[in-house]
């Protein structure tokens, strides 16, 4: 069994600064593609930023310029680096990753979520 824990929310001005953690644990695995979404309130769950296992990235736009996504392979972990937040930016956050296990292939995993909330 794979398992995500996410770690690093909170409550922020407007304007500050947040860094998302990820820890991937389980047996026997190798993590491809790491993500992070966002659900606002009332909103449907929206993809924020991708990376995959060599280092490509790719972010939605409204976060470009503003968010950096990480990952340490060794760690199995990722992170989002969220600058100049703004209070749009406040919704539980989510990770994201694909895994490949020996006995099951690649299966998406999720996070329990984080949540982020961005004041005026």
């Known amino acids: 069994q794979v398992q995500l824990v996410e770690s690093g929310g909170g409550l922020v001005q407007a304007g500050g600064s947040l860094r998302l953690s990820c820890a991937a644990s389980g047996r026997m695995f190798v993590i491809e593609n790491m993500a992070w979404y966002r659900q606002a309130t009332g909103n449907q769950r929206e993809l924020v930023a991708t990376i995959a296992s060599g280092g490509r990235t790719n972010y939605e736009d409204s976060v470009k310029g503003r968010f950096t996504i990480s990952r340490d392979n060794a760690k199995k972990t990722v992170y989002l680096h969220m600058n100049s937040l703004k209070v749009e930016d406040t919704a539980v956050y989510y990770c994201?990753?694909?895994?490949?296990?020996?006995?099951?292939?690649?299966?998406?995993?999720w996070g329990q979520g984080t949540q982020v909330t961005v004041s005026s």
């Open positions: 994201n990753a694909d895994v490949w296990s020996v006995g099951t292939g690649t299966r998406a995993y």
